[in-house]
């Protein structure tokens, strides 16, 4: 039974990366929910398989957790989960941020943050779409804060919350702030108030938008998020659903 005490927070200086000590750690006994954070990541990884350039003055954290299925039914129900719990964070801050499906959070149209979910698999199994017991997920949040993000090589912009913000923010203040939201978002919500808060944050809806999938490439307009959390395109072959994928932006 998923447990809700105060999590354990493992603070590193230098990591690979927080995702893998999350799972190094829970391979050697100890017991989620535990946060790792860690002030800079020499190999952060972002979705599919993209590197996530982690220097100093940024937040880099993964929240280690069972799953508890009476809460959230779907992994990637706990990836919206962290991005609203990013853009509640930055309203703190007074800083507006939107989500674009399905997890970055965007200020004024660049990339600040973006969240990694990864489930341990077991055997031959390849993804879970749906949480199970026994199955730990890995919630991985990184958000710029004051770190340089000049030089990130992505092919859209990105910015950080020192650009947005008139007082220069401190990042431990703002990670320590992060670590408490997403923990009642994690612990205290449920999927279908997140799914639902989730849609009124979503920047795509109703926009223009390429989502590449694999090898696949759909192009259309953003018409809705679904019960599945896929997003629909309204194509010009029809309706098209996809569940996974990332918007292409430029
Ligand atoms: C993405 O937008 O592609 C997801 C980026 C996720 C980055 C975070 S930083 C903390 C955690 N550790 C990692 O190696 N990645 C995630």
Redesign the pocket.
Known sequence: MPHQKEPRIFYRKEL?????EAFRLFDSGEVPPFFVV?DV?T??????H?S?V?GRG?????LLLEPDRKKFRNVWAYGFAASLSVVELLSEFKVQASISWP??VLVNGS?I????TEARLYGNEKAIEETKPGHPL?L???LNVTNDVSGVPAPYPVTNMLENTESRPDFRFVRKRLIEILFIRAFKGEQDLTVKEYRTKLHTLGRAVTVRSGNCMISGKAEDIDSDGALIIRTEKGLEKMFTG?IVRK
């Open positions: 690979d990366s927080t995702q893998d860690s990541q190999s952060g990884r972002g979705r599919y993209h996530w982690s940024g937040v880099w954290l993964t997890n970055d990339k943050s973006g969240v990694l890995a991985g949040v990184g990332e």
